[in-house]
């Protein structure tokens, strides 16, 4: 069974930046792509970006260019660079491997306790 552990939210000022890290466990015998997703209250959990093994990053339009996904291999860990928060970028952030089908994204595993980052002056 596959467990995510995503760590390094935090209160910051508009205009600040954070970085998010997603530890892995368990066995994966297949990767798609690793991915985060953010859930802001009374909204549905949304698709930020994701990661696949090639290297190769794709991101959610409202946060291309602020947002940036790394990771040492597909598995473990994976980080999420924020830079330039907005106050709209306020969620619960969760890591997960993901698919893509009918032009949506879906987590494949269960979900982690998630990680506050908070934007707020």
């Known amino acids: 069974q596959v467990q995510y552990v995503e760590s390094g939210g935090d209160l910051v000022q508009p205009g600040g930046s954070l970085r998010l890290s997603c530890a892995v466990s368990?066995?994966?015998?297949?990767?798609?792509?690793m991915g985060w997703f953010r859930q802001a209250p009374g909204k549905q959990r949304e698709w930020v970006g994701g990661?696949?093994?090639?290297?190769?990053?794709y991101y959610a339009d409202s946060v291309k260019g602020r947002f940036t996904i790394s990771a040492s291999n597909v598995k473990n860990p994976v980080y999420l660079q924020m830079n330039s928060l907005r106050p709209e970028d306020t969620a619960v952030y969760y890591c997960?491997?993901?698919?893509?089908?009918?032009?949506?994204?879906?987590?494949?595993?269960?979900w982690g306790q998630g990680t506050q980052g908070t934007v707020s002056s």
């Open positions: 990661i696949f093994s090639g290297g190769q990053a």
């Open positions: 997960n491997r993901f698919q893509r089908s009918s032009g949506a994204y879906y987590g494949l595993d269960s």
């Open positions: 368990g066995s994966i015998f297949s990767i798609y792509g």
